[in-house]
Structure formats: structure tokens, C-alpha cells
């Protein structure tokens, strides 16, 4: 009997954005995985929170996600701020170009409150003129090249472009707020921005979608991750201080609060080849941040 065939190598490309976005977008995906090779350990890929919201421009099947409280299943879409890890299926061809905004900058493009985005997908028939949409995902269904579809999205992204700038109490409160190790406490930032704190939390909801407490600590735990990309062996007590948090135990609590598993699960390598493609591809463009699980 002959051998069954391979499933075809999934496509995973990351692009810079062009220069006019560049301050808006940290990087651009061009991913298709064929359904043979969505089996098993990579029937699902989990994304974990690090605070950039994104676009999704499909091309290929409808993708589910869900965060365990609730589901979305839908083309092209919008996601806001995700304080709960992320797991996403497809039934059939997944095929997609993904956007990664700068965490402030959501607003220029897309005109409701960020809050109406946080936690869910929204559809971007139900932002955007639906024709609009429609013609799009033809469009990058037939174009022959990833930077023909990525070219393809930045001119749509483009036209979504607002004059207004991001707002730059915001933008300053985020690196004030990373820059600061995640241990800078809100009503200091609000202070040293000459904001109170009750203004800095309200347009923080407006441009984010969430307060920044639970912005920080979600980046927080991002900074935990990143020992990944380290051959040392971890030590959980120096881990938990170096990242802000007051021990061992702390951390324990947030992980398991925030993404529903422990530090030490967090930490343990990939066994989603999809995961491991994603990520290993998240390393050669620098991606401070570590989402695939």
C-alpha cells in the first residue's frame, strides 16, 4: 500500500509595513495551512494576550475562536484588547492576512470605541461598507503573491486611515507603563502625565478597551514569557520580582487567573507544529511579545 501523501507545509510569512503605517502597525502575517495539516496537536492554535490588537483579512475558511465563555465564528474581523488566552479552529483551508497594531493606535482605523472590541471579534461587514469587505477577500483570494496581498490590505488600510492622530496621553501612558518594568503603578503614570486618574482611565477604555490595571497586567505576564527565548533554567522566585510581582505565589495566581494555566504550563515547549512555525517565525522579526500555543 503506498505511503499517505504529507499534508501540504503551511505558508507563514511576516512582513514590515509600508512606511505610511509604520507607526500605527508593528508587522503584517500572510498565513494558509491547508486542513490535512490541522490534525491532531494542531487542530487548534491557542493565542495567548499581549496587548496589540489586530485585523484579519480571510481569504480561505471561516475561523472560530473562542475564550471559553464565548465563541465568534467569522471571516474578516476585528479584535480588540484579550485579557483570556484565545483558542482558534477552522474547518476546512484557513488562509488570512494578519494586521498587529501598536496597542494605542486601533482608534485611526475603526471608528467606535475600542470597548465595543475588547474581549470579542467583530465582524468587519459590521464596521466597514460589507461590498467593501466582500471585494477584498475576492481579491486576496486571487492575488498570486503574499506581497500582492499584503500591498493589496495596506492600500484598504489606507483609505481607512483618520487625519487625527492617536491620542498622546495614551500613547504615552503605554510607555510609561512598559517602560516601567509593568511595576508602575497607574495613579503615578496619571501624575507624571499631569492627567487624573479617573481621565486616564477613561480614555485608556476609549482607545484600548481596557482599564490600564488590566492592560498591565497582561503585559506583565508577556514579560514572563519571554524567558522562553532563554536556555538558562527558570527560577520562580527571582522570575516573579524581576517581572514586578510581589512572589512566587503571585504569579501563580495571575497566570492561572488571567490564562487559565500554571507558570510552569505556560513556559513548556510547544507541541503544536502550527504553534511552533508561528513562533519560530515570531523569533526571526523580533516579536517582543509570545502568543502561539
Not at 499534508?7 to 503605517?21: D, H, N, W, Y
Request: glycine fraction near 6%.
Amino acid at each position: 500500500m503506498p505511503a499517505s501523501p504529507l499534508p501540504p507545509t503551511p505558508l507563514m510569512e511576516a512582513f514590515r509595513p509600508t512606511p505610511a503605517l509604520a507607526d500605527c502597525i508593528t508587522d503584517i502575517w500572510v498565513w494558509e495551512i491547508d486542513s490535512a495539516a490541522q490534525q491532531g496537536d494542531a487542530a487548534s492554535l491557542t493565542l495567548l494576550p499581549d496587548g496589540h490588537p489586530t485585523m484579519c483579512f480571510i481569504y480561505g475558511a471561516p475561523l472560530t475562536a473562542s475564550d471559553g465563555r464565548q465563541a465568534f465564528t467569522t471571516r474578516s474581523a476585528v479584535c480588540g484588547f484579550q485579557a483570556r488566552p484565545v483558542q482558534v479552529t477552522c474547518c476546512g483551508r484557513a488562509a488570512g492576512i494578519t494586521v498587529r497594531f501598536r496597542p494605542w493606535s486601533l482608534p485611526l482605523f475603526v471608528r467606535p470605541s475600542l470597548q465595543e472590541a475588547a474581549e470579542r471579534r467583530v465582524d468587519c461587514r459590521d464596521l466597514f461598507a460589507r461590498s467593501a469587505i466582500e471585494d477584498l477577500e475576492s481579491e486576496l483570494y486571487e492575488l498570486p503573491t503574499s506581497v500582492a496581498r499584503v500591498r493589496r490590505v495596506e492600500r484598504f488600510l489606507l483609505t481607512l486611515l483618520r487625519a487625527q492622530g492617536a491620542d498622546p496621553l495614551i500613547e504615552k501612558a503605554v510607555h510609561q507603563l512598559c517602560e516601567g518594568g509593568y511595576t508602575a503603578r497607574v495613579e503615578q503614570v496619571a501624575r507624571d502625565l499631569g492627567a487624573s486618574e479617573r481621565t486616564l482611565e477613561r480614555r485608556f477604555r476609549r482607545a484600548i478597551g481596557v482599564a490600564p490595571k488590566m492592560f498591565s497586567r497582561v503585559m506583565r505576564l508577556q514579560s514572563v514569557l519571554a524567558v522562553q527565548a532563554q536556555a538558562q533554567p527558570v527560577r520562580w522566585s527571582e522570575l516573579a520580582l524581576d517581572a514586578g510581582f510581589y512572589d512566587q505565589a503571585h504569579l501563580i495566581r495571575e497566570t492561572r487567573e488571567l490564562f487559565g494555566i500554571t507558570p510552569s504550563t505556560l513556559l513548556a515547549p510547544l507541541t503544536n507544529p502550527v504553534a511552533r512555525g508561528f513562533q519560530d517565525l515570531a523569533r526571526e522579526i523580533a516579536m517582543p511579545s509570545s502568543i502561539f500555543r
